[in-house]
């Protein structure tokens, strides 16, 4: 069955890094585009990034102002968020999701047939 | 972008009984709408997609309806196991967004 493994989540200081890890499994990951989506604390889900089934388009939130970079290993199965200069705005829980296999170019507007758990991130001091 | 609006926020409900959960769209969205089941420390599950098409493995007691601004999850006859968060999602315009849930309470 599809499963989607979120990990890389902690406590981060602000103006720090962290790099967000997406195991998938039970499906052929190089046929899907990939996406993140992230949900502050009493907040509703935020969609923030995504890349095409082959890593050549990635597209993401205006709100991120360049400081998140979504990558992916389809040796590996993985999918990436690598997120710079956090801030307390930033803490949320992170989900990676996949949709349909039609929107493999990553560029089309669609539902999502799988979420991850989520991981959290926490930017405190 | 467009802002989703979900009512109520939360829905006391008994079990076996009929629950009905809103959704409204502050543009019209067409059909391009979501819903999802999301249960704490769980994965979100999608139970609906294009409005009323059933994901597949959803049971028959979860329906959906509507289009352009405005839409209804029923779920009907609740059992313990449907106590969860439900949210929506358009996924008319970019970026694709999310309303902020209705948690569906014993």
């Known amino acids: 069955q599809v499963q989607l493994v979120e990990s890389g989540g902690g406590v981060v200081q602000p103006g720090r890094s962290l790099r967000l890890s997406c195991a998938a499994s039970?499906?052929?990951?190089?046929?899907?585009?990939m996406q993140w989506v992230r949900q502050a604390p009493g907040k509703g889900l935020e969609w923030v990034a995504v890349?095409?089934?082959?890593?050549?388009?990635?597209y993401y939130a205006d709100s991120l102002k360049g400081r998140f970079t979504i990558s992916r290993d389809n040796s590996k199965n993985t999918l990436y968020l690598q997120m710079n200069s956090l801030g307390a705005e930033d803490t949320a829980v992170y989900y990676c999701?996949?949709?349909?296999?039609?929107?493999?170019?990553?560029?089309?507007?669609?539902?999502?047939?799988?979420w991850g758990q989520g991981t959290l991130v926490t930017v405190s001091s | 972008e467009i802002v989703m609006t979900q009512s109520p926020a939360t829905l006391s409900v008994s079990p076996g009984e009929r629950a009905t959960l809103s959704c409204r769209a502050s543009q019209s969205v067409s059909s391009n709408l979501a819903w999802y089941q999301h249960k704490p420390g769980q994965a979100p599950r999608l139970l609906i997609y294009?409005?009323?098409t059933r994901a597949t493995g959803i049971a028959a007691r979860f329906s959906g309806s509507g289009s352009g601004t405005e839409f209804t999850l029923t779920i009907n006859s609740l059992q313990s196991e449907d106590f969860a968060v439900y949210f929506c999602?358009?996924?008319?315009?970019?970026?694709?967004?999310f309303g902020q849930g209705t948690k569906v309470e014993i």
């Open positions: 294009g409005a009323s």
């Open positions: 890349i095409s089934y082959d890593g050549s388009n990635k």
């Open positions: 999602q358009q996924y008319n315009n970019w970026p694709v967004t």
């Open positions: 039970g499906f052929t990951f190089s046929n899907y585009a």
């Open positions: 999701a996949r949709p349909p296999s039609y929107c493999s170019g990553g560029s089309c507007y669609s539902h999502f047939d799988y």
